[in-house]
């Protein structure tokens, strides 16, 4: 399976401010994600990081505050824009190869927003 | 819509306990199941994975077996261990033909030496 990477691995962040996560691959895959996981919650998708076109939002998730990235099929960012203290999560990036129904992820971003 | 239910946490074990944690799933078409474990502090690990009904998916002493007639995907061990308490998320995907996961809320589990 393929290495993913994110960074930073953590960060505490003041409120109003906005952070840029960034997701690296060791390899060229079609299908990225970004997940939201909430202190003690499962995951939530938050959209489907296309490249070279706009990401797909899922209900609940709009592109000013979480505007993501992928230049291509190695790297994507998600931004995290005028945060408050409910964005407080872990942020997962991950993977899905084409042809392949399994899912990878990365190692998450801790983020606490004071 | 789909949906995978799983056993309320947290499940506390002692150490070489047995362990069962439920999972049972609602989908059209023919998904496929899998178990993720998130250790402290860390993303998730892919543990096993079914693509089929009947099959058994299975890794690190754990075990999972697709049972269509019942909708279920309980994943079990026969002797757990201290570093096996973690967050374990059933999940399913390839529902419809789409290319979405859906995932549980997670169970956690303790393991006392």
């Known amino acids: 399976s393929a290495v993913i990477s994110q960074k930073p691995s953590r960060d505490i962040c003041q409120r109003g401010t906005s952070l840029t996560i960034q997701c690296q691959v060791d390899?060229?895959?079609?299908?990225m994600f970004w997940y939201r996981q909430q202190p003690g919650q499962s995951l939530t998708l938050i959209a489907t990081?296309?490249?070279?076109?706009?990401?797909?939002?899922e209900s609940g998730f709009v592109i000013d505050k979480f505007p993501i990235s992928r230049p291509n099929l190695t790297f994507s960012t998600l931004t995290v824009s005028n945060m408050s203290p409910e964005d407080s999560s872990i942020y997962l990036c991950?993977?899905?190869?084409?042809?392949?129904?399994?899912?990878?992820f990365g190692p998450g971003t801790r983020l606490t927003v004071l | 819509g789909d949906s995978v239910t799983q056993m309320e946490g947290p499940v506390t074990l002692s150490e070489e306990a047995f362990l069962t944690i439920n999972c049972t799933y609602t989908?059209?078409?023919?998904?496929?199941l899998f178990w993720y474990v998130q250790y402290p502090g860390e993303g998730l690990q892919l543990l096993l994975k079914?693509?089929?009904?009947?099959d058994k998916g299975s890794n690190k002493g754990f075990e999972a077996t697709y049972r269509k007639e019942t909708t279920s995907f309980h994943l079990e061990k026969g002797s757990v261990q201290v570093s096996d308490s973690a967050v374990y998320f059933c999940?399913?995907?390839?529902?419809?033909?789409?290319?979405?996961?859906?995932f549980g809320a997670g169970t956690r589990l303790f393991v006392k030496a």
């Open positions: 989908a059209t078409g023919y998904p496929s």
């Open positions: 990081a296309n490249q070279g076109s706009e990401a797909t939002y």
């Open positions: 999940a399913l995907t390839g529902v419809g033909g789409g290319f979405k996961t859906i």
């Open positions: 390899s060229q895959v079609t299908m």
């Open positions: 991950s993977l899905r190869q084409e042809g392949i129904d399994t899912q990878y």
């Open positions: 079914a693509t089929k009904a009947d």
